[in-house]
């Protein structure tokens, strides 16, 4: 039996012209394959009406007036709107369809609400439903706890939603579709000058997908990963062959820019930078962030002077910490990072002098860095996120 799980994002389901392609694309894959799985986002992004940060608006979720499992209910409704939508249009086409919630979909969930993890996917319905030659239209982002508790599975949830499924359904590929040609060698919002790449590994993809490029949820990239399924990105809106990221090694041919020692460029906007001086109990203090759920970054320890940076949206509870241990501290915001991401830099010298000069020959001042074996990063002022990017890509020849 040949499965495919095909994952239509937000803007490919927004529109009606969207969603005429996304019939089509359901419709060709019927010829190719024996059974389909489909995964639907929310429609559109904030403002467009069912959008989960437009229901999101409905509501001040920061404060506790509301429970997390209430929370949760509003928020997984965008998704099931538009599984209602797609199968209601593809019986009209005369496919055999049925629309999903996680739940009844079989997504189990821990009660970790608005971030919950998919503890195991019961198959028996979805089976059911694929032994009749019915495709599931199955509501994205969101499972359910085994007290039955709608649960949702945080940003970008709909990917891994797709990816879980082909793992339990053991698909031959999983298609995410979206609204660029595949993976890009920087996000093209940003630098006009990006090429989509071919062939990428699972690893590079979750490099980048984990310092910001949001084209993929990083535990998508994981799941395919540990199934050894290829992930394919592709563009509901055009016929391009999109991305397949696979576990190829660096030193096979798969990859169409193996002479690039950088694959792409990954950012992340909306960082805050936090220098603490003085003498303070450092075991203590760096538990004490993580208690307080201030996820941190970039992170520089010297006998009394720290350095890290964490998402602007936990200043205050970082603030917080910072007083309780009566710390001196400076802070920077409005900061972004920026990443550098590939395999083969690994023991290739010079690649940090490079970008130094890169970035300071455009003026670009360098608050901190920071390199594991396949990415180097620097923290920069979020006002010349641009001029950074478009330089690194020149100076790395990325097209
Ligand atoms: P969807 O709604 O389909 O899930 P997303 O907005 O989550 O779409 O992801 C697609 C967007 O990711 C693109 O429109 C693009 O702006 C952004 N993006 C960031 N980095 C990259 C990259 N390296 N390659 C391609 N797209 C990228
Ligand atoms: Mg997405």
Redesign the pocket.
Known sequence: MKLVVQK?????VATEEGRKRVLTIINEATKKYDNIIVVV?AMGRYGAPYATDTLLGLIDHKTDTLEPAEIDLLLSTGEIITSVVISYELKKMGIKSMALSGSKAGIVTNNEHTKADVMHIEKSYIDGLLKNNIIPVIAGFQGRTIEYDVTTLGR?G??TSAALLGEAFNAEAIE?????D????????ICGE?ITIDAVSYQEVFQ?ADSG????HKGAVEVARRANIPLIIKNTFSDHAGTAITGYSKFEKKNTIKDKIIT?I?HQLDRIQFSVTGEIDVDAFFAALAANDVSIDIINIFPNYRVFTTDSNREIEAIKVMDSFNASYNLIRNCAKVTVVGERMTGVPGVMAKIIHSLKSEDVEILQTADSLATIACLIHDKDLIKAIKALHKTFEMV
């Open positions: 239509f994002g937000g803007t490919s986002s970008g709909s990917d995410i579709y979206t609204d660029v595949g993976i890009m060698t920087a996000d093209p919002k990006a980048m490029a949001k084209v993929i792409s990954a």
